[in-house]
């Protein structure tokens, strides 16, 4: 099985990408969403622990959690700290799902893919981009958010630049999204019936670190 790592920086289309990757029937696990659920399940204890007064109503507010490790190093790191792990295995349960259906390939949509060495577990790597200016617009856009928020989590990823250096495939998303889906067709079509080497590593806990 072909294991892909799919990322971006904050508003350069991972969605759109991922949708179109489903529509070709390719299981996509979205890092993102699965750090919602564990707000709401496992990490709830660990972070009321580490950050007392950021859990209300049961569940982790994101809210009260961003302004408690805002601009604070030593503090982000305690919480990945925290919730990298657990989204690993939630990644390794995801691919043991889909090697033993039979599947050919499938996804990790992972927003910070080169930023925590994840690229290593995976086979091939897809980059979105756009401008600054369109990536700002779009940013700018999701409810909750400001510049400060948004320069924040700017300087905890990798340079645009950088991340279309380091992919093997590179998606442009500021035209029509049509358009990008035909990219992303092509791109799957690139991949069908491709070996990879990462399957084995997850499967026997290579994949650490």
């Known amino acids: 099985m072909l294991v892909v790592g799919l990322t971006g920086s904050i508003g350069m289309g991972k969605t759109t990408a991922a949708r179109r990757i489903a529509s070709h029937g390719i299981a996509v696990f979205d890092a993102d969403a699965?750090?919602?659920?564990?707000?709401?399940?496992?990490?709830?204890?660990?972070?009321?622990?580490?950050?007392?007064g950021t859990i209300a109503e049961g569940?982790?507010?994101?809210?009260?959690?961003?302004?408690?490790?805002?601009?604070?190093?030593?503090?982000?790191?305690?919480l990945e700290a925290i919730v990298h792990p657990l989204v690993r295995k939630s990644e390794r349960e995801f691919l043991t799902r889909q090697r033993d259906a039979g599947a050919e390939m499938a996804v990790l949509e992972i927003p910070l893919l080169f930023e925590t060495g994840a690229d290593r577990r995976v086979d091939v790597t897809i980059v979105v981009t756009a401008s600054a200016d369109v990536q700002r617009r779009r940013a700018l856009q999701r409810p909750g958010m400001s510049e400060q928020k948004l320069e924040a989590i700017l300087a905890q990823q990798l340079p645009d630049a950088e991340k279309r250096e380091r992919a093997d495939f590179v998606v442009e998303t500021e035209g029509p999204v049509e358009a990008t889906g035909e990219i992303i067709d092509r791109i799957v079509e690139s991949l069908k019936g491709r070996q990879g080497s990462a399957i084995d590593r997850w499967m026997t806990g290579e994949d650490a670190g």
């Open 59 to 78: 569940r982790v507010d994101r809210g009260l959690l961003a302004k408690a490790v805002l601009g604070d190093a030593k503090k982000l790191a305690e």
């Open 34 to 52: 699965e750090v919602h659920r564990l707000y709401e399940a496992d990490a709830v204890p660990l972070i009321e622990a580490a950050f007392p």
